[in-house]
């Protein structure tokens, strides 16, 4: 069972964790370019954002990395170049970054605001706090860049299992723990967040066109490492 409330080997930690997370697969490293428009997806991994398809399972086998690593070296990163661009001088990278970095935010406010309000490490309170705020006030940048593209409304990552969106089992993971065990889970999920959006912002930074999207993406892309530095002093 993948929520078993015993001891495990957490990926990338080397030490047997009472109540934390279970071990993550490795995950697969893409190589190679691809065609611009699925830059976001080919910065997540082979196995993009399954659903529950695929290699088996519960969905989750090939798309959720160790819970210690670092984001994949950079020589796994897809080498591409920037798509033609659209009206308002966005392209389609611009467009998929916005898609993917919104309902990531979303849905990682919801554990934030559960880590404010029950962390027993009140270092960690306080980092939920202030990511709380920064996740906020992007979010509001990233709804206006979906208007700005013509992709309002439209939620293309749905429902989808992927490293660093926060999901529904997750949550109810975390919010039936209790103190170290519950701090264990919040920061295993919060550091996934962070890494992969170093990494995608990386890639829009990269390969996106309109600079309201790559200024955006640059910010988000250093925000992170500093959220993830602070998180790794306490241990996530």
Partial sequence: MRRQRESVMVRGGGRPREGGPPPRPVREILAGAL????????LLGAAGCGSGGGGGGDGRESDRGGAGAVPAARSGTPSLSAPGTEPGGYNATDRGWAQLMTPMNERTLLLLDLVA?????????????????????????????????????????????????????????????????????????LREHLEQGILVSRGERDSGAAPAATDLAREVGERRAGQLKALRQLGG
């Fill in 35 to 42: 065609p611009a428009t699925l830059l976001v997806l080919a």
């Fill in 117 to 189: 309000d029950r962390a027993a490490d009140p270092g960690l309170s306080d980092l939920a706090r202030s990511t709380r705020v920064t996740h906020r006030d992007e979010l509001t940048r990233l709804r206006g860049l979906l208007r700005d593209t013509g992709a309002a409304g439209t939620n293309p990552h749905e429902g989808h299992d992927m490293k660093g969106m926060i999901t529904e089992e997750e949550l109810r993971s975390v919010s039936e723990s209790r103190g170290k065990a519950f701090d264990a889970l919040a920061k295993t999920y």
